[in-house]
């Protein structure tokens, strides 16, 4: 399934948000939510999570819509043809693999294409959309 330039907006959108529940599991609570906060990496295409403790860390490649876990062991997943529940299962075991507690999926925000569906379909990210909205994120930076 290919997308529409909706979708892969939705979907890299979606994508961020593991970005952003890694780092309110996994990273010192901040009063002003600033461990939940990315950095978009410029020229590479990355989305970074916050630095949790022993340099572990998630990371979106924009191009591929693949999630990289760093740490002791790295590990990384392709999100096209995953549902968003098999996700939400590869990070915790990303997670334990990593030293790392148990991994919760919860929001404490509203997305503005709604929940994320437990069997919501990551589609395969078109090439041309993907680097166009990437090269989007360097010129913002």
């Known amino acids: 399934m290919s997308m529409t330039n909706e979708t892969y907006d939705v979907a890299l959108h979606r994508a ?9 599991n996994f990273c010192e609570s901040k009063e002003d939510d ?10 590479d295409h990355l989305l970074r999570s916050r630095e949790a403790p022993g ?18 062991r790295p590990l990384q997943l392709t999100l096209a043809g995953r549902t968003h529940g098999e996700v939400i299962v ?8 990593n030293g790392l507690s148990d991994y919760e999926f919860h929001l404490h925000y509203r997305l503005p294409s709604g929940p994320i569906p437990h069997d919501y379909v ?17 010129n913002a930076q």
Request: with cysteine.
């Open 122 to 138: 990551y589609p395969r990210p078109d090439a041309q959309r993907a680097e166009q909205v990437c090269s989007y994120r360097d």
């Open 90 to 97: 590869w990070m915790h075991h990303a997670a334990v693999q």
């Open 34 to 43: 600033s461990h939940t906060n990315l950095e978009w990496v410029v020229g």
């Open 16 to 24: 961020a948000q593991y970005l952003a529940t890694f780092g309110k």
């Open 55 to 72: 340099g572990r860390q998630l990371i979106l490649n924009g191009e591929e819509l693949a999630l990289q876990w760093v740490g002791d």
